[in-house]
């Protein structure tokens, strides 16, 4: 087969409509690359964004969950003795009403894994109840082992809030005797202020939350 043998005009008029013929291709490929790229990039970022919010919802399920059970323990029958032994408006002995919260925190943080802890402390931030997770079971804390918490930044500000109210602390390290507990342990904690009959503000209800479970979420969605 002979070739054409192209010189002077004749081979500049052939390379113009070679490449000519050849540009249209060219940018058609990279465009079917670019908006191949812009596809796949706005569909995992709508991926993403759907699995951001759908972790965010459960999270915020979980806490109006936690929230929930902490107000329906605010009311039971024990918690509010306990409240009116402490304020003078049954005749009560606190240390007998204290006995039966400790019955019903035992119980409570057996039925909740994710509960480290459940207090009830009195408005001078001493606790009066508390019942802690020790591996797998609950651990009721004697009374000389029950730790004066006037100190700390979420007695005072628990206190603030009205009885039905529920506040929520910052993620922060458990602080045990003075010191940050270790081995280190995450926690966010729930409160509510419980009132006597009379209206009157005898203590705070708080349950200590395990933070893990929050981190394990937030892990999982940034892939870690």
Do not use: C, W
């Not at 603030?160 to 929520?168: C, L, N, S, W």
Request: hydrophobic share 40%.
């Amino acid at each position: 087969m002979r070739f054409l043998r192209l010189k002077g005009l004749s081979f500049k008029i052939y390379i113009a409509f070679l490449i000519a013929a050849a540009v249209p291709v060219t940018v058609a490929g990279l465009v079917g690359i670019h908006y191949s790229l812009e596809a796949l990039k706005n569909e995992t970022l709508l991926h993403l964004e759907y699995e951001v919010s759908s972790r965010a919802a459960g999270l915020g399920q979980f806490f109006d969950q936690v929230t929930g059970e902490l107000l329906l323990l605010s009311n039971t029958p024990v918690v509010n003795d306990l409240a009116n032994s402490i304020g003078g408006t049954i005749q009560l002995a606190p240390a007998v009403a204290g006995e039966r919260v400790e019955r019903l925190f035992t119980g409570f943080v057996r039925a909740y894994p994710y509960v480290y802890q459940v207090r009830f402390l009195g408005t001078d931030g001493m606790e009066i109840v508390r019942v802690d997770r020790r591996g797998e079971r609950p651990y009721v804390v004697p009374r000389k082992e029950l730790q004066d918490k006037s100190g700390r930044y979420y007695v005072h500000e628990g206190l603030e809030h009205e009885p039905g109210q529920v506040y929520v602390s910052p993620l922060d390290l458990n602080v045990e005797h003075g010191v940050i507990e270790q081995p280190e342990r995450p926690v966010i904690r729930f409160a509510t202020p419980i009132t006597d009959r009379t209206g009157v503000k005898r203590g705070l209800l708080i349950i200590n939350l395990h933070a893990e479970f929050m981190l394990g979420q937030i892990q999982e969605m940034a892939g870690l």
